[in-house]
């Protein structure tokens, strides 16, 4: 293939990366200015392969800009056909970088998920379903209708204390989801008295009760961790997962680029294989 340029990040910065970083296949990462801002890329003189350890090079790529830079990440792989690519997609898309770099000036992401604790915990929230029964209620599949005297079954008959019990199950679950809204109420008021902007997504299953993620300014970040470790203490029965600091990936939606691979639209959360999520928020 002819020369072609790995793309990891836009900078607000048109001067020389001075540090030593490498990109993908360990080539050196330069920085293609424009108008007071650039892209981080790096010559790329082969296909991409071995795609989970490419992307974590990528991503530490932008890790280390992010350092000592504002960053908008580029989803991996994202790659020009040349340098003048680069410059023309910079020209064609300089005022929503600018943009979006003021706004993202000194920010860092922060990724929080709460899940629930598990069944037989003495917490105040349980996971309940078919195969378990409410906590102090016999299991439905030990459930025996009563025998009157004679040995006949009393008119509470199997179905209708199937469907009985269903229903308490039912309640119960309903109660979970309730009390998880509260909670997740509670998590997100204190933490988005630190945080700039917020994004709150559905929990993927049953047992998460929260999962978002927050764009934090960097001088804010004790006090962020702070709020989080007081909710934290304050309702010891769920298990934490911390993420962060990131490059703001939650945060900025890229524009369909005219590139030889890329995707457009909202960038990627890190890549698999990156170091993420914490369990209880270790070191806050």
């Known amino acids: 293939m002819t020369d072609s340029y790995a793309a990891y990040c836009v900078l607000d910065s048109d001067g020389e990366i001075t540090e030593d970083i490498a990109g993908l296949y360990a080539c050196d990462v330069w920085n293609l200015s424009y108008r007071g801002i650039g892209v981080a890329a790096s010559l790329l003189t082969r296909p991409i392969d071995g795609v989970v350890t490419r992307a974590v090079e990528h991503e530490k790529v932008v890790e280390r ?59 105040g929230l349980r996971i309940s379903d078919f195969g378990f029964a409410p906590p102090g209620e016999p299991a439905i599949r030990n459930s025996q209708p009563p025998i009157q005297p004679g040995g006949f079954p009393s008119p509470e008959a199997p179905g209708r204390l199937f469907m009985q019990e269903r229903y308490r199950r039912h309640r119960h679950r309903q109660e979970l989801s309730e009390q998880a809204a509260q909670f997740g109420r509670k998590l997100d008021a204190a933490l988005s008295e630190f945080a700039g902007e917020r994004h709150l997504r559905n929990p993927s299953a049953d047992h998460f009760v929260f999962d978002g993620v927050y764009l934090v300014d960097r001088s804010r970040r004790a006090d962020f961790h702070r709020a989080f470790a007081d909710v934290r203490s304050s309702e010891p029965c769920f298990r934490y997962l911390f993420s962060g600091p990131w490059p703001p ?23 698999a294989g990156c170091p993420g999520w914490v369990e209880g928020g270790a070191g806050i």
């Open 249 to 271: 990936y939650s945060f900025v939606t890229m524009p369909a680029l005219e590139t030889t691979q890329s995707a457009g639209g909202a960038v990627a959360a890190a890549p």
């Open 65 to 123: 800009l992010m350092r000592t830079h504002t960053v908008l990440p580029m989803r991996f792989p994202t790659v020009f056909g040349s340098r003048q690519a680069v410059l023309a997609m910079l020209e064609r898309h300089y005022s929503g970088f600018r943009d979006d770099l003021q706004r993202l000036r000194n920010q860092e992401e922060f990724g929080v998920r709460v899940v629930r604790a598990t069944a037989g915990l003495d917490c």
